[in-house]
């Protein structure tokens, strides 16, 4: 069975300093996607980044950018310029790219982001 | 209406009652799951329907009961719960590539923003 770890139950980061959030995953497949979900205090679980492990170049949406090591199995998000609305839970997720959607995402404990002001 | 709702945002129920929750959603997608978020726990999978076939996840008490009348709604039925099943229930739905054997689309699921159950 496939498993998530995030290590770091809580994080604080000054606004604009940048923040690294570590993610390990446990799986047998070579074909997967990783994730990374933010969820603000409104609950609602939002996309952040997506990986498909078949890529060697890591994922970058603007102010978020992933170090992705597969032989590592290690998935960190890095935040850039942190800002007050990025304090949220951010959740790492991982899910295999061949299931028929049977398996849906496997979470981690998730990281409490902290934006100090 | 856009996306994934869910109704009610907030629910208390007894021990001894019924209640459903509901989940719209307005993606077009195939698939649709539910998902029960407790604090300091991995959310956990609950169930999935997904290209019109239900995954059954063993796990999940016998007290929740899944219903999905089509692609774009989907149920959780709940009876004589215990006040450990307090929880966040989040739906999701996503769209498949076509069945087993099929990679999938984007693989990302989109979320609801979730029904707080209080069970008393």
């Known amino acids: 069975a496939q498993t998530v770890t995030q290590s770091q139950p809580e994080m604080s980061v000054q606004e604009a300093e940048t923040v690294t959030l570590s993610c390990t995953y446990d799986t047998s497949e070579s074909d997967y996607y990783l994730f990374w979900y933010k969820q603000p205090p409104s609950r609602q679980m939002i996309l952040v980044i997506r990986q498909e492990a078949y890529k060697q170049q890591n994922a970058t949406e603007n102010r978020f950018s992933v170090n992705f090591q597969k032989a590592a199995k290690s998935f960190s998000l890095k935040i850039s310029d942190s800002q007050l609305g990025d304090a949220a839970m951010y959740f790492c997720?991982?899910?295999?790219?061949w299931g028929g959607g049977a398996d849906g995402l496997t979470f981690g404990k998730g990281t409490h982001l902290i934006i100090q002001p | 209406e856009t996306g994934v709702t869910q109704t009610p945002r907030h629910l208390v129920m007894g021990m001894t009652n019924k209640k459903s929750l509901k989940c719209e959603q307005h993606?077009?997608?195939?698939?649709m799951y539910w998902y029960k978020q407790s604090a300091k726990k991995p959310l956990e999978l609950m169930f999935v329907y997904s290209l019109e076939e239900r995954v059954e996840n063993n796990s999940v008490p016998s007290r929740f009961s899944p219903e999905c009348p089509n692609s774009s709604h989907l149920f959780l039925h709940l009876h004589t719960l215990q006040p450990e099943d307090s929880a966040l229930y989040l739906c999701?739905?996503?769209?498949?590539?076509?069945?087993?054997?099929?990679?999938?689309?984007?693989?990302?699921?989109?979320f609801g923003e979730g029904s707080r159950l209080t069970v008393l």
């Open positions: 999701a739905s996503s769209q498949e590539g076509g069945g087993r054997g099929l990679p999938a689309n984007t693989g990302e699921l989109f």
């Open positions: 997720a991982y899910r295999r790219t």
């Open positions: 993606l077009g997608h195939n698939a």
